[in-house]
C-alpha cells in the first residue's frame, strides 16, 4: 500500500495570516514543561505474537484496482516474534498535544495550521472589529455559514468553537522527523513496527483489531463523512479498538513508525525498489479511502511507506516507551 501525499493547498489568505500572526498561546505550558509519559498510554506485556502474513494476491487485486504495489507480499513470511513489555499511546497525537510541543520548544508548526487559522493567537483575534473578523471567519477559518449579520461577540464565539473541535483532531501534515522530536521531547519514542502490530492485533494475530471480519462501520474509514471532515477526533470509534485497549489502529490516520521500509527476514524473495534507509514505514489505514474502503487497507499486518520528509493531510503518529 502506497500512502498518499497531499500537498497544502495555497488557499490566497497571506495577507490574513500576517494580520493574524502565526504565534501560538497555549495557557499553562512553559518553556522547558514537559508532559507526562505515562497517562494516556496502554501497556503491552512482554511475549509473542504473529507478525506478517503469508497472504496472496489471489483476485488480481493489484490489477484491478490499480495499485502502486503488489498485494501482501512485503508482509511475508508469517512468523512469531517476542517483545519486551512496552507502552503505546492509547490515542493517536492530537493537534492540542503537539501545539504544546510546539510552543514549548518554538517548532515550526504544520502548514495546515496556516491554512486554516488553527495557529491564530486568541488575543490576536480579540482585536479585531466586527469586519475583520467576518473576513477571517470565512476566508481563512472557512467556517461554513453566513457571517455577514453576526455580531462580534457571535463570531468570536464561533471561532473559540472552532478551535476547541480542531483540538481533538490528530495532528497531521508532519514529517517522520516531526513527530521523532515531538516523541522525544515527551520522553518517548515512535513505536517500532513491530510493537505497533503487537498493539494493533494481539498476542493472536488478530486480522483487524476488534477481531478477524472486516466490518467498515467499527473504524473511520472517511465512509458517510464529508471530504472536509473525513477525520474525526481521536478515540471517537469505540470499534477500531486493540485488544490491548489503542484506538485508531484501524482507520482515522495512517501513523509513522520508527523502521525503514526493509524486507522482512526470511522475506527477500520480494524485492521493492524501495527498500533499504530511503522510505520509513507508516501503519495503519486512513480516512481518505471514503466509499473506496477496502478491507485490505485496514489489515493489521498491512504496511505503507514514505520518505521522511513527506507529508500527508491524513497521516500522523502516536508514540511509544
Known amino acids: 500500500m502506497q500512502v ?15 494580520l493574524l500572526g502565526t504565534v ?28 506478517g502474513s ?5 483476485r488480481g487485486l493489484q490489477k484491478e484496482y490499480g495499485f502502486v504495489d503488489p498485494l501482501f507480499v512485503d508482509e511475508h513470511p508469517q512468523r512469531k516474534l ?5 507502552m503505546i499511546d492509547q490515542y493517536e497525537v492530537s493537534n492540542i498535544d503537539y501545539k504544546k510541543f510546539v510552543v514549548a520548544t518554538h517548532y515550526p508548526e504544520p502548514a495546515a495550521w496556516i491554512q486554516n487559522g488553527y495557529n491564530v493567537r486568541d488575543e490576536k483575534l480579540r482585536s479585531f472589529g466586527v469586519e ?29 468553537k472552532a478551535q476547541k473541535a480542531r483540538d481533538k483532531l490528530p495532528v497531521t501534515v508532519v514529517t517522520w522527523n516531526d513527530a521523532h522530536m515531538y516523541c522525544a521531547w515527551a520522553g518517548k519514542r515512535l513505536p517500532s513496527e513491530a510493537e505497533w502490530e503487537k498493539a494493533a492485533r494481539g498476542a493472536q494475530g488478530l486480522e483487524y483489531p476488534w477481531g478477524n471480519e472486516f466490518d467498515a462501520k467499527k473504524m473511520n474509514s472517511g465512509q458517510g463523512r464529508d471530504a472536509e471532515n473525513a477525520i474525526a477526533p481521536v478515540g471517537s470509534y469505540p470499534g477500531d479498538k486493540s485488544p490491548y485497549g489503542a484506538y485508531d489502529m484501524a482507520g482515522n490516520v495512517s501513523e509513522w513508525v520508527d523502521d525503514w521500509y526493509q524486507a522482512y527476514p526470511g522475506g527477500e524473495n520480494y524485492r521493492s525498489e524501495n527498500y533499504g534507509k530511503t522510505q520509513k514505514v507508516v501503519r ?4 481518505s479511502a471514503g466509499h473506496y474502503a477496502l478491507s485490505i487497507f485496514y489489515r493489521t499486518a498491512t504496511r505503507g511507506h514514505q ?3 513527506a507529508v500527508s493531510a491524513d497521516m500522523g503518529f502516536r508514540c511509544a516507551k
Not at 495503519?284 to 480516512?287: D, E, L, N, P, Y
Open 82 to 86: 517476542s517483545l519486551p513489555a512496552f
Open 4 to 18: 498518499s501525499v497531499s500537498a497544502v493547498p495555497n488557499n490566497g489568505a497571506h495577507l490574513l495570516a500576517a
Open 284 to 287: 495503519g489505514g486512513s480516512a
Open 54 to 58: 503469508n497472504k496472496t494476491d489471489e
Open 307 to 309: 520518505e521522511p520528509e
Open 132 to 160: 475583520m473578523l467576518r473576513r477571517a471567519a470565512s476566508e481563512y477559518f472557512k467556517l461554513d455559514m453566513d457571517t455577514t449579520a453576526m455580531s462580534r461577540e457571535q463570531l468570536l464565539a464561533e471561532l473559540d
Open 24 to 51: 501560538l498561546l497555549v495557557s499553562g505550558c512553559g518553556k522547558d514543561e514537559q508532559p507526562a509519559a505515562d497517562p494516556g498510554m496502554v501497556r503491552v506485556p512482554a511475549g509473542e505474537f504473529v507478525m
